[in-house]
């Protein structure tokens, strides 16, 4: 997920905060597995599934999809955004997904999505990125 215009929002840790911060409250609330993340200046990368309870549920938009619970993730996290720092827009409309077809590709998935700031220069190791983290274990 990017933010709008490519702002390089998440550079502000008070923000990146609000961003972990609704990640954990929505897995601990059993919306999601985290599998990992990483938040990079300006986009969010995640990998996620649905728990099946969430999906189960009757939702005030329709259906519980992902598209929903990414819809809904963005909501949140902007007016969250917009009462701590005022910015408004955050998010950009849309987001790309993938759909992980099988173990291997998991694994590449969240190397990926953790080795991202690494790659962009921005540290020389993961341990030193504190805006990436894996969370739940791959279910592999």
Not at 28 to 45: N, T, V
Not at 76 to 83: A, N, P
Request: aromatic share 10%; charged share 25%.
């Amino acid at each position: 997920m990017c933010t709008v215009d490519k702002q390089r929002y998440f550079c502000d840790s008070n923000i990146s905060e609000v961003i972990i911060k609704e990640l954990e409250y929505r897995r601990l609330s059993r919306e999601i597995k985290l599998f990992c993340y990483c938040i990079m200046p300006d986009h969010l990368h995640i990998l996620i599934s649905l728990e099946e309870g969430y999906t189960k549920r009757a939702g005030a938009f329709g259906e519980r999809t992902l598209q929903n619970w990414i819809s809904a993730f963005k909501r949140h996290t902007s007016r969250m955004v917009v009462q701590r720092c005022n910015i408004k827009p955050l998010w950009q409309s849309n987001f790309y997904d993938h759909v992980v077809r099988n173990e291997e590709s998991l694994v590449d998935i969240c190397n990926y999505i953790l080795n991202n700031p690494v790659r962009k220069g921005i540290v020389s190791t993961i341990e030193e990125y504190p805006y990436s983290k894996m969370v739940d274990p791959l279910p592999i």
